[in-house]
């Protein structure tokens, strides 16, 4: 493998949580060890994370949950609903963890993300395994870590790693056989690369495209004139050129993320203020754009890992009282719960909001986000002081309004407690 | 939500704004400066006191009263460190059977156990290595 220098300088580790929602439901319960476990979607309608012994029963991700309940004693399946408040704590601790690593940090999505890794060789082996290390004995869930000179290598060869039990969760490109790289490029089909689709793989099969080194191999400029920029980054990636960018914005379909770093630091909390107010006015109006409401957001900020500074990377995550795409309490969530974990006076260089918990928006009409407007003539006041008199389904603006069903109301037969952010849901512990 | 875990404010829907959640301190108020400006530090923060670091630690409620005599009742809560290496005599959250547990825990002579006050029947773990501990306790919050 080519040993140039990344773009940033540096290694770049692609870092994720094993089974990530299955493995937050297992820290509070160990009994959950070892036993085939699925965590389901809002209103317990179908599969979105699974264990791997519950992936060795043959349960795909999307499948229904009433397909498989039936069969759910007999396999000794453990079944649990969607518990963002407890996933948006425990990733907001590995991502904080996380960020003491690196020379810098990207939090990708909710279970992962990219570090820049200093260090020769041998030293990053040993950085990765004390990432993972850290991660297991802070937080107590399981992270694979990918070592590459590029975010497309880094993302392929944490597959090894996740894939190879004998890696022990840590697999760096360079110290691997060149021929064995190779050779697992030569078997592994083009889907299994980062941010190539059944659609684009259809398209490369037909040019004879079929595994990842047959993409390795191809004419850069033939493939950004068939395809796009976005598909020759990802060519040149795999030839150890990193030319993907850090980016601000990032969606799948159960999470929305903006985050950036800053040009130059921002330094006060108006100014963070401001910040929190652009990204989750960018995040009402994508979820409006793709009808959903968040139910919970989280909140990230760090410090530059250079220089004389303090150095802290702080996150909090807050749950909405309704699932919302409104601009204004979205906005004033980002706000709140920003302020409560910096400190004024630390320049932070880079801050990002993430909304998990999404949900259909039911069709509702969304408010346009005139929020100045709004905030001018005081009306989130005003809600909120009739929701203090008349409770929280009182009155509310848009989504946040009597037209949504409340939180509670929401099927979540098989629910885990909010262990860390709820006092009343703490851990039991039998003295 | 670290908010609950750390003390803070969880955003109800009207806020709280900028206004209300500033850190409280006088260099905030608006108006004549007060002299006390330069001597703030902010008040004294239960968090800080408590929590060493914030990413590995947990509170839990206890449920039971063996280790009563180590002042850890029944609806207290403890807080426990993940990341605290466990010693002799450490107080700690174990993984036993599949639950969690609260003990002592005695290492002597290559021989471990987990013990509570009472004159309970310890839990002896034949190796080191077969010991999951879940976390030490730091603290235990204490109903009075």
Known sequence: MSSERSLYGGRIALVDVNNFYVSCERVFDPALERRPVVVLSNNDGCVVARSEEAKQLGIATGTPWFKVSPEAERWGLVARSSNYELYGDLSARVMEVLGRFGSWQEVYSIDECFLGLPGDERQLLGTAARIRAAVMRHVGVPVCVGVAGTKTLAKFVNHIAKRNPHMQGVCSLDSMPAGEVARIQARVPVTGLWGVGGRTAKRLNAMGIETVADLKAADPQLIRKRFSVVLQRTVLELNGTACIPHSEERADKQQIMFSRSFSTPVTSAEEMDQVMAVYAQRGAARMAAEGLSASVLTVTAGTSRFGDGDKSFPSASARLPVPTQDPIQLTRAAVATMRTCISPGTSYVRAGVLFTGLEPADGQQTLDPFVSDLDQRHIGDLLGSVRAKFGEAAIGLGQGGLAVPAAWSMKRDFSSPRYTTEWCDLPVVRA | ?144
């Not at chain 2, 923060?45 to 009742?73: E, K, P, Q, Y």
């Not at chain 2, 002896?124 to 919050?141: F, Q, Y």
């Open chain 2, 1 to 144: 939500m670290a908010a609950a875990m750390f003390g803070m404010e969880t955003p109800s829907p009207s806020g709280p704004g900028p206004e209300t959640n500033d850190g409280g301190g006088p260099g905030d108020a608006r108006g004549f400066p007060s002299p006390a400006q330069d001597y703030f530090h902010g008040g004294i923060d239960l968090n800080r006191h408590l929590i060493r670091d914030r990413t590995c630690t947990f509170i839990m409620r206890v449920s039971g009263n063996s280790m009563a005599a180590s002042g850890i009742s029944d609806g207290d809560e403890l807080i426990v460190d993940r990341s605290l290496p466990p010693r002799d005599g450490s107080v700690v959250v174990a993984v036993v059977n599949g639950e969690l547990i609260v003990r002592r825990l005695h290492l002597s002579g290559g021989h471990v156990s987990l013990q509570t006050d009472d004159g309970g029947v310890p839990t002896e773990v034949p190796e080191l290595a077969d010991l999951s501990i879940w976390g030490v306790a730091t603290r235990c919050l204490h109903h009075v």
